[in-house]
């Protein structure tokens, strides 16, 4: 199963349409920022037309809202759209999913959960997933990868990082950290940060019982 991932989009459709029509997949998971309240006077006009941009493909598409989606507002549009997966579980061909979104910024930014709420929530759904090969959907990167790094400093989430060590996923999909796009293992779990898809990045997973990852670009 050929799985399209996305991060950080911002509100640029733009790029997101020209990452759509350039690639051919079964599925989309999106780890967050889909729209940004910071940038977007009218955040909830830009969501739709990022939403409306996914709908075109008429595929499978799952996502989060990031700290830069109000966690309310977000994710009322993604259950409008059915593709919610924050606190959620969905059934894909190959894999089951789970989600959370959000993370923590010196900013004050509209959506920042803790990294116990995240660890509990996702603890939670994961005992319920039946499937052999999980996946799980985290806007905030684990705490000392090589995903969480801005300006030297390590700022993911310590939560995280021991929720995946202690949990069997086939791979973490993550975001929020423009700088640090990359794939780093932890545990014997693959963590990919695709890059924001405003500046072009994204990658392809190729999902069967475990996941291939390639990272791209436009």
Request: glycine residues 8%; hydrophobic residues 40%.
């Amino acid at each position: 199963m050929r799985v399209l991932l996305v991060t950080d989009i911002h509100g640029d459709v733009d790029k997101l349409q020209k990452i759509l029509e350039k690639e051919e997949f079964d599925a989309v998971l999106c780890a967050g920022d889909l729209s940004d309240a910071n940038e977007f006077s009218d955040y909830k006009s830009n969501l739709n037309e990022i939403l409306e941009a996914f709908d075109v493909k008429d595929k499978l598409i799952k996502a989060v809202p990031g700290n830069m989606d109000p966690e309310e507002v977000c994710v009322r549009k993604l259950m409008d759209h059915r593709m919610n997966l924050h606190k959620k579980i969905a059934a894909f061909e190959a894999f089951e999913a789970v989600g959370f979104g959000g993370g923590m910024t010196p900013f004050g930014t509209p959506f920042e959960p803790s990294g116990d709420e995240v660890k509990t929530a996702v603890e939670t759904l994961y005992q319920r997933m039946s499937s052999d090969t999980r996946v799980a959907v985290i806007h905030q990167p684990p705490k000392d990868t090589e995903l969480d790094v801005v300006d030297g400093d390590h700022v993911g989430s310590a939560e995280v990082r021991e929720l995946i060590e202690e949990k069997d996923f086939s791979f973490v999909l993550t975001g929020h950290i423009h700088e640090s796009r990359g794939i780093d293992r932890l545990a014997g779990t693959d963590i990919v940060n695709p890059g924001p898809v405003m500046n072009g990045y994204y990658a392809i997973a190729e999902v069967e019982d475990q996941a291939d990852i390639e990272m791209k670009q436009l």
